[in-house]
């Protein structure tokens, strides 16, 4: 169980697979790694890979087959919509779709979509290319979060479009934006909205009938699911009229030479075999979390520590998309001045066993709108996340600025490394 130094809150108790894994250090030994990477992809809870492990005598084909297994597996992938659905406060009437990813799931509804579609110039690119690409107007940020909400709200009024695609929390600040607020401004100018959920939905409960929004998407690897499912879940109507998402089997009704019958419903856009151990793994992370039950006051004491420590080194600049005091997750960026983040991030993860994020973080013209065109490093908690985890990071940048890298690195086919790297790889890569 972890504890914060500062604070005395607890992070709740939840197995993460690997918590306790060793890492080899450049200079000799090994170490216990330190996670600051859980903003990219969150290692397995171990009820999801226990899960995960039970289905898998009874893997079988989901709708298609008489067998028992089969019969097993068909009821499991449809009853974790069910599952979903409750875990995201799903309004009557909306659909839960399976599909790889958040951008999977973007990309979906924007094949659904009747209209045009307005988006913040914040956004993580799943939910920025995918509407650039048909024609999204894009709203300028302002300086403070109200102000932002007005200029959207200004925007939908002087020209309506049929959507607001925004994030939930920006996956380079952790700041959370004001849903209920934006699905509200939405639906006053006639429009719907839909939220960019990946880096919310793992450390804040979603409601989205209490909130009014209408499309979600989010991910299992973000979710401590990493089996390569996502989720759509969205209101009926756009999705049933859309034409269909992949053309296959599973999808339609009936088929002859000349055309289809294609279901409506979830069916429609999951054509061919699905991931139903994605599926279970997503379902079981909705469970989980679930039990472990509000884990904000543990979060944001160990977000609070490594924000007070990064601040008190000479040199680091952390990054905030508003002004003033916000609302948000335990994600931090940052720079440290005379060195690039991948020369950072090499560092931290050859001399210390610390991995992060460094570069623009799939969010680039944000990055360049908080000065850092070039990058920055991410460090990012979760459920595995200690105060002395934070304590190491604050330590090993503190001693970098301080005392400089104690190896020399070097960039070699397209990553920073030691320019002499003992490490060895795990035995199942070696061979």
């Not at 990055?367 to 991410?378: H, N, V």
Request: glycine letters at 12%; one cysteine or more; a negative charge.
């Amino acid at each position: 169980m972890s504890v914060s130094a500062q604070s005395g809150f607890e992070q709740p108790a939840a197995q993460v697979v690997g918590a306790d894994t060793k890492v080899p250090l450049a200079q000799g030994g090994w170490i216990r790694y330190a996670n600051f990477d859980y903003a990219a992809s969150a290692p397995a809870l171990s009820d999801v890979a226990a899960r995960v492990t039970a289905l898998l005598p009874y893997y079988a084909s989901v709708h298609r087959g008489a067998g028992y297994a089969s019969r097993v597996c068909t009821k499991l992938y449809e009853g974790a919509r069910e599952t979903v659905a409750r875990f995201v406060g799903a309004a009557d009437g909306q659909h839960v779709i399976f599909t790889r990813n958040t951008t999977d799931s973007l990309n979906l509804l924007a094949s659904a979509v009747p209209g045009e579609v307005v988006v913040l110039d914040i956004e993580h690119h799943a939910n920025l290319l995918t509407w650039q690409r048909y024609g999204a107007r894009v709203v300028a940020h302002r300086a403070t979060v109200a102000d932002t909400v007005a200029a959207l709200d200004q925007e939908l009024a002087r020209r309506p479009a049929a959507l607001l695609a925004v994030t939930g929390a920006s996956n380079v600040t952790g700041e959370v934006l004001p849903l209920a607020e934006l699905a509200a401004v939405a639906h006053r100018n006639g429009a719907r909205i839909a939220v960019d959920g990946a880096q919310l939905a793992p450390h804040r409960r979603i409601d989205l009938a209490a909130d009014g929004i209408d499309y979600l998407a989010f991910s299992g690897h973000k979710l401590y699911a990493p089996f390569g499912a996502g989720v759509l879940v969205g209101q009926a109507d756009w999705l049933d009229a859309a034409t269909p998402y992949l053309a296959g089997g599973g999808a339609v009704r009936d088929v002859d030479i000349d055309g289809a019958d294609w279901f409506t419903g979830p069916q429609r856009h999951e054509a061919g075999t699905p991931n139903v151990v994605g599926v279970a793994a997503v379902a079981a992370a909705c469970e989980a979390l679930t039990a472990l039950g509000d884990v904000g006051q543990a979060e944001e004491a160990l977000t609070a520590q490594l924000r007070e420590g990064l601040g008190g080194i000479e040199g680091v600049d952390t990054l905030r998309i508003w002004e003033g005091d916000r609302d948000g997750l335990g994600i931090v960026s940052f720079t440290v001045a005379g060195y690039t983040p991948s020369v950072v991030a090499a560092y931290l993860s050859a001399e210390h066993g610390i991995g992060l994020r460094d570069g623009r973080f799939c969010a680039h013209p944000l990055l360049a709108r908080l000065g850092a065109p070039g990058g920055a490093l991410r460090a990012s908690i979760g459920l595995g996340t200690t105060a002395g985890d934070i304590t190491r990071l604050i330590g090993a940048i503190t001693e970098l600025v301080e005392r400089g890298p104690a190896l020399t690195y070097t960039e070699r086919d397209g990553q920073v490394g030691p320019l002499d790297d003992p490490r060895p790889l795990p035995d199942f890569l070696a061979a």
